[in-house]
């Protein structure tokens, strides 16, 4: 089993910036990739942005392409999402996702993390 712990969400008013962080409890096969879904109320979990940690190839989202950078610290087993130019859009749970291949595909995510709520001030 892998543990997969958020931190950095908060409140920020439009045009500002926030940097997520997500630590895995230890390094497996599941946790090849690793990157962001978000969820806004009302609305179906999406994708944003993910990270493969052995190539550093990364897959963004269309809406948040520069805007937002996943990178990752291999030494620490922990993956960040710097969001920079935040609109009220962005405003959602940010879930930390682990998996076997990089995907934009809720169902094939093997870990959650427990979500961290970001909120966009206009």
């Known amino acids: 089993q892998v543990q997969l712990v958020e931190s950095g969400g908060g409140l920020v008013q439009a045009g500002g910036s926030l940097r997520l962080s997500c630590a895995a409890s230890r390094r497996t096969y599941s946790t090849n990739t690793m990157g962001w879904f978000r969820q806004a109320p009302g609305k179906e979990r999406e994708f944003v942005a993910a990270i493969n940690r052995s190539t550093g190839n990364t897959l963004y989202t269309d809406s948040v392409k520069g805007r937002f950078t996943v990178s990752r610290d291999n030494a620490k087993n922990t993956v960040y999402l710097q969001m920079n130019s935040l609109k009220p859009e962005d405003t959602a749970v940010y879930y930390c996702?682990?998996?076997?291949?990089?995907?934009?595909?809720?169902?094939?995510?093997?870990?959650w993390g427990q979500g961290t709520q970001v909120t966009v001030s206009s």
């Open positions: 996702a682990a998996a076997q291949q990089i995907t934009s595909r809720v169902e094939r995510i093997d870990y």
